[in-house]
T-cell receptor, first 116, second 113 residues
Framework: GAVVSQHPSRVICKSGTSVKIECRSLDFQATTMFWYRQFPKKSLMLMATSNEGSKATYEQGVEKDKFLINHASLTLSTLTVTSAHPEDSSFYIC????????????FGPGTRLTVT | GENVEQHPSTLSVQEGDSAVIKCTYSDSASNYFPWYKQELGKRPQLIIDIRSNVGEKKDQRIAVTLNKTAKHFSLHITETQPEDSAVYFCAASLSNSGYALNFGKGTSLLVTP
């Protein structure tokens, strides 16, 4: 089946530093990937839609200069949280749709970010 | 944009009973409705989905019904088991590549032995 990986699974960083999270589709190509964040006991909130070879589309209220997204290949999208602050601490999850596949989105295992 | 409402937020049932979770959506163009199960700290797992050309779909103990006119869809779990305990999310989307899922707020289901 379609598998999506994320790296790292957990990261702790200091305020003011940047953190990069990778999302990979392991056995399929994905022109489109999505980035969500999830606070404890809350739903998944879409942050941005990542498109290979073009600029990401950000949801209202999500700062594109703070959450940098790069989708340089059909199997890899990265999310960089720049100048992280404690309020950026969250669970970040990516998903990918298989090119030419069904509507189903395949989710990564998530990255737990803690900013101290 | 699409707005998905989900009820109840918490649900407690005894093992063997049925559980029903309901969602409504606002965008009549939405035509893909998946349901996800998420355990603590894990990724959401697709358990069943339905498209707007179908009114009902069943997979063993799990079924989903869709009422396009009323713009609501429901998840039904029969013969619940303790391992069904998790958070369940409904979602709605357009059935084409490139469209993100709009999630409901989730239902925390607890199945007690």
């Amino acid at each position: 089946g379609a598998v999506v990986s994320q790296h790292p699974s957990r990261v702790i960083c200091k305020s003011g530093t940047s953190v990069k999270i990778e999302c990979r589709s392991l056995d399929f190509q994905a022109t489109t990937m999505f980035w969500y964040r999830q606070f404890p006991k809350k739903s998944l909130m879409l942050m941005a839609t990542s498109n290979e070879g073009s600029k990401a589309t950000y949801e209202q209220g999500v700062e594109k200069d703070k959450f940098l997204i790069n989708h340089a290949s059909l199997t890899l999208s990265t999310l960089t949280v720049t100048s992280a602050h404690p309020e950026d601490s969250s669970f970040y999850i990516c998903s990918a749709q298989e090119d030419g596949g069904t509507d189903e989105q395949y989710f990564g295992p998530g990255t737990r970010l803690t900013v101290t | 944009g699409e707005n998905v409402e989900q009820h109840p937020s918490t649900l407690s049932v005894q093992e063997g009973d049925s559980a029903v979770i309901k969602c409504t959506y606002s965008d009549s163009a939405s035509n893909y409705f998946p349901w996800y199960k998420q355990e603590l700290g894990k990724r959401p797992q697709l358990i069943i989905d339905i498209r707007s050309n179908v009114g009902e779909k069943k997979d063993q103990r799990i079924a989903v019904t869709l009422n396009k006119t009323a713009k609501h869809f429901s998840l039904h779990i029969t013969e619940t088991q303790p391992e069904d305990s998790a958070v369940y999310f409904c979602a709605a989307s357009l059935s084409n590549s490139g469209y993100a899922l709009n999630f409901g707020k989730g239902t925390s289901l607890l199945v007690t032995p």
